[in-house]
């Protein structure tokens, strides 16, 4: 899929089968990785940050946003996954899947998956190419010894 076409906001076939709820997806993390999500901003206990242990880098956040602020015809709130991606993943996903440009974030590198509207399958894949892009990657001094 070219772009990240809008679409009309109609879910007309649930692809790829089985969806994930946001508490499904911070045991995902957790069960996968390890990680549990931390809530950085004061005063908001919803809005979930997934990192890694050693860099402390954010591989995920997970927010309740309007769907109106992806282009969608509604102002339901609707759990998001932010993920960022390797560039060669950006534009391989698009409305259809459930993936849109990112919520405020750098939309070059980041991605907005809506939850309800992606399969369990995509949110994991997309979620793995996360957690490997903005993990170490440590070079190990060859003249240590």
Known sequence: ???YPHGDGVNREMRGGKRMTKQELLAHCLDAYGTSPDYPFEGDFETAVLRH???????AIVMRIPRRK???PDDEGVDVVNLKLPTELINSFGAADGVYPAYHMNKLHWVSVLLP?????????L?????????????KNRNAR
């Open 1 to 3: 899929m070219q772009g």
């Open 53 to 59: 242990g050693d860099n402390r880098k954010w591989y």
């Open 70 to 72: 992806f282009g969608l």
């Open 117 to 125: 509207d992606a399969s369990a399958d995509v949110i994991e894949l």
């Open 127 to 139: 979620v793995n190419a996360s957690f490997i892009v903005t993990k170490s990657h440590r070079v």
